[in-house]
């Protein structure tokens, strides 16, 4: 069986290998912030964030293998829906949240436009319109943008310091994934469809 397995991966595309490197990362990560006791992943919700991640890490995975074996694996969709967690993480791993003023902000921009990209990528595999594409983007990125904003407040904000600010960060942090998914959205729409496999 052993055999089977490693003569199984030689032959798996680059695609495998960076989702695996990208998940396997991300649960390092969590787990050292989780765990290190160090000033930068105090007051962030570290072992909610253990807890949550390495589910939406593998979400795909799971609902490819129930639903979905006879097709193609949707290596992009796994990997941009894994990013964001990861790029959350390795920002507080390297404290860029508590010394970069900007980083929040750009987080908010880029990593919606990624997560929300992961629904466009499989908006590809499908025979959907690209007004649809567009209104299923938007819409999970919109959603669950609000959803993140309300799981941080529950989880640390109405605790910290921060919650004299929190309302006008909140508006921006919304607006900000908002625009991201409406990027991601566009760039699924426009681009050019594969065949469902």
């Known amino acids: 069986m052993g055999l089977r397995l490693v003569s199984g991966l030689q032959g798996q595309p680059a695609a495998f290998w960076l989702n695996l490197a990208v ?30 991640y390495p589910i939406a890490a593998f979400v795909v995975p799971v609902i490819w293998a129930v639903r979905a074996r006879d097709t193609a694996y949707p290596f992009v ?10 790029i959350d993480t390795i920002g507080n791993a390297v404290d860029f949240y508590d010394t970069i003023w900007w980083w929040d902000d750009v987080n908010h ?8 990209g ?30 993140w904003e309300i799981a941080e407040y529950f989880s640390f904000i109405r605790f910290s310091e921060e919650l004299a ?11 900000l994934g908002l625009v991201g998914s409406v990027v991601a959205g566009l760039i699924a729409a426009l681009t050019p469809r594969r065949q469902p496999t």
């Not at 396997?24 to 949550?52: D, H």
């Not at 921009?109 to 929300?116: C, E, F, I, P, T």
């Not at 908006?123 to 819409?139: H, K, L, M, S």
């Open 118 to 147: 992961a629904v466009g990528a499989l908006a590809w595999r499908n025979t959907i319109r690209p007004w649809q594409t567009v209104a299923y983007v938007v819409g999970f990125g919109a959603v669950t943008a609000i959803l």
């Open 23 to 52: 998940k396997a990362l991300l649960i390092f990560l969590l787990a050292f912030g989780a765990f290190s006791g160090l000033q930068q992943f105090e007051g962030k919700a570290f072992a909610w964030r253990l807890a949550t």
């Open 165 to 175: 600010t929190a309302y006008v960060d909140t508006l921006g942090d919304m607006s």
């Open 109 to 116: 921009l880029v990593n919606w436009a990624l997560l929300s």
């Open 77 to 86: 969709a796994d990997i941009l829906l894994t990013l964001p967690f990861l």
